[in-house]
């Protein structure tokens, strides 16, 4: 009996010795991992974090060291920074990339979503040649147009207003966008539009009810590639844009780094932080929907 | 409210693959019709045609006197329930069921009348407020049904709406949708119904009147007991029933039917009902009609095996290399004895003939056959 019981014990805890030496391997494994991501992680985050930090340094000790750590902490940047060398401050340069921004985001999604629609669910003349169109415009260099555009634009009297920028995406013109959304499109079953129409749905109806509901996680990721791609875009207000009011920030920061002879690194990163700032805010506040919006594309209904 | 008819209807897509091939069919007011077929006997492409969903080739629909071909779905008084709901998943159920009367600029008031008392009907006002994706199958299927039911169509359209539901909530749901027609027939307005499906059953216990249909032809329509009774051909004799009717092949030799080494004598019932004597002819016997004699005109077989299912033993037996079910008592199973070899004997008052060469039953011709 009691050899026996000895056993069993014995036996017990070599059990309970095997899961405990489980658990401090898988203890120790975790903490390789996490160890091993966080210096990655960091290291590819580091010039972020530099950049945020450098802007609240003084301009002599930016080159000082790799630090980020600032020693005497100062918004003299921002300040500075903000009021610019030009007679506008750096609000008004906001100013300016959100009346870009704003009817573009806006014009992208009601545009891209109706020729979208059009091209996944109508069948019209040409169809086939249309939508080879617009995977053609999709797959040709963005140079080659450049200066067709630009003739065809000063012809229209256009030059140095916000119009080049943002009138053709609102009519569509970026055949990325279309196409993303007809491929989305394409992976919703057409049921619900069916009902619609049994109901008594126009086909307006039925997109604007029905199926822009549906497109929600598509049109946010849409929205917010406009969005943070215009507000980078430095080439097209360089080339359209002339007159200094009518600078979107991209374009603000370089002029901060044109007109003054020694260049005022501090004003420039502090500039920057700000320029970045929208972008950030708005990508974590959509990140849910975005990133199911660009995963749902394999999705079924 | 609103009889339907097809003339000569016809699908073809892309100019070369056509589907439906000149249906000509009326459904009288108020009744339940059933479109019954295997998968792709476009059953469900006709059912679109009639909602307006799917545009026609050729011929004819007309809905309570109005020719429909060219009326958007929402102008030709139908109302129609999908096969996986279709929910508007954004909407609550109020939403969904409210939909086609908030785009009809109804009265308020009005649309929310209709839907306390759709819902109270279908039992699901306390769903009201929820979501498509918070609702179980049976209850989707309901809040579908309760969407077509707020219009008050002339004509519902059911394109196999039980078929993602299990089979216990199927049986039940199939209850209630004829009940429900039942009622509304009742109160004084018989909605014509046109229902979709691909399994017997709903078609046997649901329907009025019963459309087989096959690779875009119209087999037969007829009452379910017409059609089990009186297949009019080789395939509605195939397809309904189960477990399905034998078909015996083999040739008519004077009377009798002859199969592999086997004669077996028509008598003088069958006999007068044959419209004509096909050479090569297909006997077809239900499992149910075959009984075990000892003597006596019969089909010998070898009992292959045995499926007891508590009252009855379907029987798979072996004739001349050819597989006959049979169903029969349990008690009669017992009493058969041991050997293998069986003899069956088929009623000859529900005995079929078909003519091999067009599937046609040549034994309808006169005399009527025993329910």
């Known amino acids: 009996m009691t050899d026996i019981s000895l056993a069993k014990t014995s036996a017990r805890t070599l059990d309970e010795a095997a899961a405990a030496r489980r658990a401090r391997m898988h203890l120790m494994s975790s903490v390789i991992r996490y160890a091993l991501l966080f210096a990655v992680g960091f290291l590819m985050l580091y010039p972020l974090i530099w950049l945020v930090g450098a802007s609240f340094k003084t301009n002599s000790e930016i080159f000082s060291g790799a630090g980020f750590l600032p020693q005497s902490p100062t918004v003299e940047g921002y300040v500075q920074g903000w009021q610019t060398s030009t007679p506008y401050t750096f609000g008004r340069f906001f100013w300016n990339s959100f009346l870009i921004i704003l ?4 014009g992208t999604a009601i545009s891209c979503t109706m020729v979208a629609y059009a091209f996944a669910r109508f069948d019209f003349p040409f169809k086939k040649i249309l939508f080879g169109s617009v995977i053609a415009v999709l797959l040709l260099p963005n140079v080659v147009t450049r200066i067709p555009q630009y003739i065809l634009f000063r012809d229209l009297g256009w030059l140095d207003s916000f119009l080049p920028l943002w009138v053709p995406s609102a009519l569509a013109g970026d055949a990325f966008f279309v196409f993303m959304l007809v491929q989305f499109l394409r992976s919703l079953p057409t049921d619900m539009e069916e009902a619609a129409r049994v109901d008594g749905a126009n086909s307006l109806q039925t997109l604007v009810f029905i199926v822009v509901p549906m497109l929600g996680p598509a049109l946010v990721s849409v929205c917010l590639f406009q969005f943070m791609w215009t ?21 603000a920061l370089k002029l901060s780094i044109d007109t003054t002879e020694a260049f005022e690194w501090n004003r420039i990163l502090a500039m920057s932080v700000l320029t970045i700032t929208p972008a950030l805010v708005v990508f974590f506040v959509a990140q849910r929907y975005f990133i199911e919006g660009i995963s749902a594309g394999g999705r079924k209904g | 409210m609103a009889y339907v008819q097809l003339k000569n209807l016809e699908k073809v897509y892309n100019n070369t693959n056509k589907v439906v091939h000149g249906l000509s069919l009326d459904i009288k007011d108020g009744e339940f019709m059933v479109f019954v077929g295997p998968s792709g006997c476009a059953k469900s492409t006709t059912l679109r045609m009639i909602a307006g969903l799917e545009e026609i080739t050729a011929g004819d629909i007309i809905i309570g006197d109005q020719r429909v071909n060219d009326l958007s779905p929402s102008k030709r008084q139908i109302a129609m329930v999908f096969q996986n709901y279709a929910l508007y998943p954004h909407m609550k159920v109020r939403g969904n069921l409210s939909f086609g009367l908030r785009i009809a600029g109804r009265p308020k008031a009005e649309i929310e009348a209709a839907v306390e008392k759709v819902a109270a009907i279908l039992e699901i006002e306390p769903l009201l407020d929820r979501l498509p994706k918070q609702l179980s199958g049976g209850q989707a299927q309901r809040v579908a049904l309760g969407r077509a039911l707020i219009k008050n169509p002339g004509v519902f359209l059911f394109d196999e709406p039980l078929s993602n539901l299990d089979a216990k909530l199927r049986a039940s749901m199939r209850v209630r949708i004829t009940d429900l027609h039942r009622q509304l027939k009742a109160e004084g307005n018989s909605p014509t119904v046109v229902y979709v499906t691909h399994d017997q059953t709903e078609a046997m216990t649901m329907g009025d009147r019963i459309c087989v249909m096959q690779a875009g032809r119209i087999m037969q329509v007829a009452t379910p007991k017409e059609l089990y009774n009186a297949p009019a051909n080789l395939f ?21 039917f002859v199969v592999g080494s086997q004669r077996l004598a028509m008598g003088s019932d069958l006999s007068g009902r044959l419209s004509s004597q096909p050479a090569d002819a297909v006997l077809g016997i239900r499992p149910q009609q075959f009984s075990l004699v000892a003597q006596g005109p019969a089909l010998e077989a070898k009992l292959v095996h045995a499926e007891f299912m508590g009252h009855e033993v379907y029987m798979h037996a072996d004739c001349e290399g050819r597989r006959l079910v049979s169903v029969v008592g349990a008690a009669e199973f017992e009493a058969r004895g041991q050997s293998d070899v069986i003899r069956l004997r088929p009623d000859p008052k529900t005995l079929h003939v078909f003519d091999k060469s067009d599937g046609r039953n040549v034994s309808l011709h006169g005399g009527s056959i025993a329910a």
């Not at chain 1, 009817?103 to 806006?106: E, F, L, R």
């Not at chain 1, 009011?245 to 374009?251: C, G, M, N, Q, R």
């Not at chain 2, 509605?236 to 009798?256: K, Q, S």
């Open chain 2, 236 to 256: 509605v004799a195939g397809f309904i029933g189960t477990p399905e009717m034998n078909l015996v092949e083999g040739a008519m030799e004077g009377g009798d």
């Open chain 1, 103 to 106: 009817p573009k985001v806006i």
């Open chain 1, 231 to 251: 507000m980078n875009d430095f080439l097209g207000p360089l080339i359209y844009i002339s007159s200094v009011d009518k600078y979107p920030v991209s374009l």
